[in-house]
């Protein structure tokens, strides 16, 4: 198994790692399986996302996709960002391996969760709707037919 | 990425060649190249060399005959066969084995195969303390139990097992015993008349010997089934043509194993004492994996639990710093299961998530411990910062 250069620079350079404290939106996601937990604060104006930090407690593609999702969510309006596919985010990264693609699952249903957490506080419809991962019976190797794309 | 030094800690995954393993070796790639089994002088040198190398590979285990060797392609092949030959020739038609959860998936595999084939096996679990006691295997023993494989050294945390009890009171129902000695052999006493085995396995890239080639030391008389069938070498048990350079490397490897193991052995103790002892002073929320005492581990692993981050992880900013560890967490398994060994002493998954293999060896220093030890509380603690949950789980004491 072999990540790309750009999944190590994330997974060693990770950006926005952190918390905000006054977030408008909070999400965390766990991975029952393999026990990855993600949580994802949102600064959320005029929805458009002004600020997004994440902590992650998982392995290097874990940590990198969270860390890229944090990248190419950074100002996108909420409606976009959680349109954001794993594979996008896969293919942000040049790729993931096979058997870590469902790590990217955590990173962008995690900021699905952030972002309609903050649309419900608001009175607001949720957008993102279901999450796989927040589901207890989630199981990652439901993905395998994915895994065929995004090999690095 | 610079790299200031490599320091290898992953021996129990495999071993450098030895210079002088190599310096062995080479004689019988180029020069005496002939087939073990050809009648001209060329064939003879190589025959020569290869009863020279069991000769001295069964003195070294303590096989009162060099014919109870055979040499096989990999430490895998000589479980399997062990399993899987032994059955086969001793109750072809089915019947009982009982093997531990914690062995090498060399012996699971098998194991899987003969619930297929017919045969009932036992799953046997340490306790807590990473030991198969004999008091469980007892109960687990049956009229029909054909065969007991328990490994000597487990690979992974490091416990020896008393296999000198276990073979005995297999023996006393009956059953055949056999252990994979991969781990151990060269490195404690490993004696097959002393632990009163029937079978053993070993493996030659474990002890500085090359990689590819095995040995499987069936006592006089026990039953077994050849598992490669061909042109009849190794006595029929194992065909096809002699890895010579390969069989004379494993066996010069071990006779230099045997030389310093008494020193080598408090050597390496010394270290893994000094590297557990310190990661748990410096860094909290951290533990050996079990609480066994040192006598019953093998000196050169150390098998720690580091709380409230993921071992992939820790091993990639590891390797960033040179230094070469293994994980058993789920994230680094393809399997996304965590290691069968740390589950089967009751480590629970989210425990198992940070657990780290230190296994040091031959050209390990004290300088690459305190290396070790200079860069790895840093890495935990910025993990652990970045998790999202660790002040959760570990309240106020986090960092
Ligand atoms: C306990 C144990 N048994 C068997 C093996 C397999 O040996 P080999 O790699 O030679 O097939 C290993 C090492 O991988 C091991 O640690
Ligand atoms: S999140 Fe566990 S494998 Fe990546």
């Known amino acids: ?152 | 990425m610079d790299t200031p030094r490599r320091i290898y800690f992953d021996y129990a995954a495999t071993t450098p060649v030895d210079q002088r393993v190599m310096d062995a070796m080479m004689p019988y790639f180029m020069e005496d190249y002939g087939n073990a089994n050809s009648l001209y002088a060329l064939g003879r040198d190589a025959y020569r060399a290869l009863e020279d190398a069991r000769e001295r590979f069964a003195k070294g285990i303590g096989a009162t005959h060099p014919s109870e060797i055979t040499f096989t392609g990999c430490g895998t092949e000589s479980d399997n066969a062990a399993l899987l030959g032994i059955t086969a020739r001793k109750s072809p038609k089915g019947g009982h084995v009982i093997v531990s959860k914690f062995e090498h998936h060399a012996v699971l595999e098998p194991a899987h195969l003969l619930e297929k084939r017919g045969y009932e096996v036992t799953y046997l679990g340490p306790r807590e303390d990473g030991i198969i006691h004999v008091e469980d295997m007892v109960v687990a023993l049956r009229d029909d139990t054909v065969l007991v494989s328990i490994m000597h050294g487990n690979n992974e945390i490091g416990t020896i097992q008393p296999i000198k009890e276990l073979a005995a009171a297999a023996h006393e129902r009956g059953a055949l015993f056999h252990t994979d000695g991969a781990q151990t052999l060269g490195k404690i006493p490993f004696d097959v008349a002393e632990l009163g085995v029937d079978a053993a396995s070993f493996s030659g890239h474990k002890i500085y010997g090359p990689k590819g080639v095995g040995a499987l030391y069936l006592k006089r008389g026990t039953p077994f089934e050849p598992q490669i069938l061909g042109g009849g070498q190794e006595s029929k048990k194992r065909s096809g043509t002699q890895n010579v350079p390969g069989i004379v490397g494993f066996a010069k490897a071990l006779e230099l194993m045997l030389e310093d193991q008494a020193e080598e052995s408090l050597r390496l103790a010394a270290l893994r004492e000094k590297l557990t002892n310190a990661v748990i002073e410096r860094l909290e929320n951290t533990e050996q994996s079990t609480t066994v005492d040192p006598a019953h581990r093998m000196p050169n692993i150390a098998s720690l639990l580091i709380k409230g981050v993921e071992g992939e992880a820790m091993l990639l900013q590891l390797d960033n710093l040179g230094i070469a560890v293994s994980t058993g967490s789920a994230c680094s398994s393809g399997s996304l299961e965590p290691s069968h060994v740390l589950l089967s002493i009751g480590c629970p998954p989210e425990i198992a998530h940070g657990s780290l293999r230190v296994s040091m060896g031959r050209f390990t220093t004290e300088a690459d411990v305190d290396y070790f030890l200079e860069v790895l509380p840093p890495i935990v603690e910025r993990l652990r910062s970045m998790s999202p949950v660790y002040d959760r789980m570990f309240g106020s004491s986090a960092r």
């Not at chain 1, 996601?29 to 994802?40: A, L, Q």
């Not at chain 1, 699952?105 to 995690?110: K, Y």
């Open chain 1, 1 to 152: 198994m072999l990540y790309s250069d750009k999944v190590m620079d994330h997974f060693n350079h990770p950006r926005n790692v952190g918390v905000i404290d006054d977030a408008d939106g909070i999400g965390e996601v766990g991975n029952p399986v393999c026990g990855d937990i993600m949580k994802i604060t949102l600064k959320i104006d005029d929805d458009k996302i002004e600020d997004i930090k994440f902590q992650t407690l998982g392995c290097g593609a874990a940590i990198a996709t969270s860390s890229i999702v944090t990248e190419m969510a950074r100002g996108m309006s909420l409606k976009d960002a959680v349109a954001i596919t794993k594979k996008q985010v896969a293919e942000e990264l040049d790729g993931l391996p096979p058997a870590k693609m469902h790590c990217s699952v955590l990173a962008t249903d995690g900021l699905k969760v952030a972002v309609d957490d903050y649309l419900v506080k608001h009175g607001r419809e949720p957008i993102a709707g279901e999450v796989k991962s927040a589901d207890p019976n989630f199981d990652p190797h439901a993905d395998e037919d994915d895994h065929d794309h995004d090999e690095a």
